[in-house]
């Protein structure tokens, strides 16, 4: 197998005045990204069909200008905490610490400039297709406590898939939740609405009225939420049925039934028209579906694209929303001598 490539070009100047650059990594006969150090974008993701025709399967913007006008955390690294947070508010070793309420009254995907308005630096590492990306978040960055060292390392893997490894580390306990907030769209155009899901949970987590877990963790059997086999995204997304109402769609966070912390397919995706299969690998112990609701069409993508209402999907790997705030979730806390480890893989399965 020829040996997979990376390479570098300018891709503009952020509004701090940094320079942004935009790498693509090529595996020969698999698939290509381009990634840009502001935000550890993944600009592009092209992978073939099922008749070996390439297609760009992930929304995004043209150039730079495009995110810094409009982007809504299209295909970013999301943190230091991805998804929500209460009231914009959590406490942490008796101290309370506050956040900025920039989604109603409560804190989303890090605030109003998280880790997806950085500009990170980049090391290609060795021959093979790897970027590491870094980032320091210092004390008190959006309201977070301690200076938190992130690494985001893309590689692409001889299965055709894009992987993701993040690292971080403090000096004072925080608490940590990353993700990569893809848009995917299989078909390359249109919306999702006939795109074949199937997620690894018999739970999800049911949310308030402003999208905050209720603390439950809910059966999917008999519910819209019920992923267990096969099912287009669209089949069910119009039922009368509180939760979809409350999200305008499906923005839920999934319990997956793997164990924390072990690399496994936990959602698989098909296109029926192209065959395009996506899988999700994560370590994490849940995934967000989010369904493009709040895509409305003011958003122009590449090539003069317009992104309207469900043109893409999002399966956010994570920790749950809130989990600052709830006891029984799983753990985000981060102390000082400890690493946060995660593990996120978009692979496309080739047709035979």
């Given at each position: 197998?020829?040996?997979?490539l990376i390479t570098r070009a300018p891709f503009g100047v952020a ?268 370590t994490e112990p849940g995934v967000q579906l989010y369904t493009g ?60």
């Amino acid at each position: 197998m020829e040996a997979a490539l990376i390479t570098r070009a300018p891709f503009g100047v952020a509004p701090d005045g940094l320079a942004v650059e935009l790498f693509t990594l090529r595996r020969p006969g698999g698939i290509e990204a381009r990634i840009c150090t502001y935000g550890g974008i993944i600009v592009s993701l092209k992978t073939p069909d099922r008749n070996g025709r390439l297609d760009d399967v992930v929304l995004g913007c043209d150039d730079l200008a495009g995110y810094l006008a409009l982007s809504p955390y299209l295909g970013a690294l999301v943190g230091r905490y991805a998804n929500r947070i209460a009231q914009a508010a959590f406490t942490v070793d008796g101290v309370k610490y506050n956040l900025a309420a920039n989604n109603g009254p409560n804190a989303l995907h890090g605030g109003r400039k998280g880790f997806d308005k950085a500009v990170w630096q980049a090391a290609p590492v060795g021959t093979g297709a790897r970027l590491v990306l870094s980032y320091l978040s210092k004390d008190g960055e959006e309201g977070y406590p301690g200076n938190l060292s992130v690494e985001a390392a893309y590689s692409l893997t001889e299965d055709h898939g894009l992987r993701l490894d993040f690292t971080a580390t403090t000096d004072k306990t925080t608490v940590v939740n990353l993700t990569q907030h893809a848009y995917f769209n299989l078909a390359g155009g249109g919306d999702v609405l006939g795109h074949e899901v199937q997620i690894d949970a018999d739970r999800f987590t049911p949310v308030d009225a402003t999208l905050i877990p209720t603390g439950e963790l809910r059966p999917v059997a008999g519910t819209p939420f019920d992923f267990r086999q096969p099912m287009a995204i669209g089949a069910r997304i119009e039922q009368d049925d509180e939760q979809l109402k409350r999200g305008q769609g499906y923005d839920h966070n999934f319990v997956l039934n793997h164990p924390t912390g072990r690399l496994d397919v936990v959602a698989r995706v098909r296109e029926p028209g192209t065959g395009r299969v996506l899988e999700v690998l994560t370590t994490e112990p849940g995934v967000q579906l989010y369904t493009g609701n709040f895509l409305n069409g003011a958003v122009k993508g590449k090539d003069g694209r317009v992104y309207g209402r469900r043109s893409g999907f999002c399966l956010e790997a994570q920790h749950f929303p809130d989990s600052p705030n709830q006891p029984a979730f799983p753990p985000v806390t981060l102390k000082p001598g400890e690493v946060f480890r995660s593990t996120i893989v978009f692979r496309f399965p080739q047709h035979g």
